[in-house]
C-alpha cells in the first residue's frame, strides 16, 4: 500500500516483513499520548529500510511514542527518525537495535534505554535535535558512533552510554551520571559542557588514555 501510516495512541504494530509498511513515501506517524504506549516494533532479523519515522510526544509521563525491538530479538532500522511535540519520545533496545538513520526534529526529551543488560542499542548516524535532552535509562548499553551531534544535557541513570567516536556528545551539553551509571569513553576523547554526578567515567571497553575536557 501507500500513503501515510498512523499509529494512534495505545495502538502497536509488529513489524515481521523488511516492506511491511508498504511504500516508504509518505512515512510513518507515532501518536503517544495514552497509556501504555503508541509503539512501533521491528521484528526478529528485520531490516526496515527508508522508512521515515515521526515520533510525536506531548507528555513527559510513561505516555510516549517508542520504537522497539523485543527481548531476544535484533533488528535493524535504517531511515530517519523525526522527534516532534512538548514531550518525552523512546526509542527502546530490549533486544539488539542498530538505528542507521539520522535523527532530527525536537521534543522536551529523547530516552534511550533497554531492560536487559548484555543487549545493546546501537547509534551510527548524526542527531540534530536543538536542546532536546538525551537520556539513557535502565540496564542495556547503547553506543554512539556519530560525531558532531547536537542536543541539550545529557543524562545517564542507569546502564551504560558508550561512545564509539571523538566528539559524540555535543560541546556545551551538561552531562549527569547517576550513581551506578557508566560513560564508557573506550579510547575516544570528549568535550562536553560540564560533569555531575556519582557515577563513572571510564575507558571500560578500550586502552590509552582519552582526555575529557569541561567547560569549553
Do not use: F
Amino acid at each position: 500500500y501507500s500513503g501515510l501510516t498512523t499509529i494512534s495512541s495505545t495502538g502497536k504494530i509488529l513489524i515481521n516483513h523488511n516492506n511491511a509498511l508498504g511504500a516508504t513515501d509518505s512515512g510513518t506517524q507515532l501518536n503517544g499520548s495514552a497509556a501504555p504506549y503508541s509503539c512501533l516494533e521491528i521484528g526478529n532479523g528485520i531490516t526496515l529500510t527508508n522508512e521515515e519515522i515521526t515520533l510525536i510526544s506531548n507528555t513527559t509521563s510513561d505516555l510516549r511514542s517508542r520504537v522497539l525491538v523485543s527481548t531476544g530479538n535484533t533488528g535493524v532500522y535504517t531511515g530517519n527518525i523525526v522527534l516532534s511535540g512538548n514531550g518525552t519520545n523512546l526509542i527502546e533496545a530490549v533486544g539488539n537495535l542498530t538505528l542507521n538513520g539520522t535523527i532530527s526534529g525536537s521534543c522536551n526529551s529523547l530516552q534511550i534505554r533497554g531492560d536487559i543488560a548484555a543487549n545493546t542499542g546501537t547509534l551510527n548516524s548524526t542527531v540534530s535535535i536543538g536542546s532536546t535532552n538525551v537520556t539513557k535509562t535502565h540496564a542495556n548499553t547503547w553506543t554512539i558512533n556519530s560525531s558532531a551531534n547536537t542536543w541539550g544535557s545529557t543524562t545517564i541513570t542507569n546502564g551504560t552510554l558508550k561512545l564509539g567516536s571523538t566528539d559524540v556528545i555535543p560541546n556545551t551539553s551538561a552531562v549527569t551520571i547517576s550513581s551506578g551509571a557508566v560513560l564508557d569513553m573506550v579510547t575516544y576523547s570528549e568535550t562536553v559542557g560540564s560533569i555531575a554526578g556519582d557515577g563513572t567515567i571510564d575507558a571500560v571497553s578500550g586502552g590509552g588514555t582519552p582526555a575529557l575536557t569541561c567547560g569549553e
